[in-house]
């Protein structure tokens, strides 16, 4: 699966709520996501791009788990990147099997993340701790052969919304990271 | 957690069935499993004495997955080692995110497999494609420091089934990498 993102900061989060609202777009869930972030023993993630994360997220005191492995990313203008994410049972498992095999944690993101559907595309207003908020506009595809159009929409969907700037490439650890 | 395992070649299958019967053991399960072992890029599993592999299980028809590391055999008597197992929702994607994480698939190992439970152990009748029957006895403990009583144990019912050769510390994949 190919996952085409585009993500810009918000300057003004009632603002975009209120044209949100305007475009009758609806909230359709909202969660608390921990991503623990592991580092490669043999390759460099930050250099080759790649992210391998445990995610738990929590929605209505329900509990889920899950490990993603992001590839690197294909264009130079959005993120878009392979990615593969799988349903696990329990992370200190996780957590403990990627140590043995010789990953290490290296740190642990948190946000509040409200979910919105606009035609084929989530919405996501994110609210990391430690950022600003951001918003995170993706689709998903089944190969990479159409991914332009998807970020044409994806733009489109930005501007309706007032966004025209803000765009960010950059992951949210890599955001927390640079702010040492 | 850890796992008290050891293992015997079977040279007459129906006499352990009997024997088994003899002794009021019940089997409780049985199911195919299927193994899909990796190599670490950074370590050669076969000599640091760990594992990684993933497994499906069929019982039933109804099939389940899971990943499991195995730590280095901690003695040199039976194969008493840390074991860390997780459910998780597909091997495809499991086996696509460790193959990008730089890990490698080795070999499949097949087995049709019997369990009984006696005490506290569970014998497991073992029919591995390509080796001869094997039975294995094996218990879990909380941590290692009983470990050398399980033994003990464990070596009472091999004897209770007439078994006193034919202890096998190497694993299925090594006695069928050994083969070649």
Redesign the interface.
Known sequence: MIEVEIKAKINNVDEIKSKINNLNIKKFKEELQEDLYFQ????DFAKTD?A?RIRKTVENNIANIF?T?K?PKIDSESKTREE???????SE??S??LK????TPVRCVKKRREYYQYEECILSLDFVEGLEPYMEIETVLEDDSQYKNSQKKIFEIFKKLGIEDGFERDSYLELLENKK
């Open positions: 490669s023993p043999i390759v790649e391998l490990i492995y590839g593969i994410e799988m349903d696990i049972e329990d498992k996780a403990k099997i043995r095999i010789g990953f």
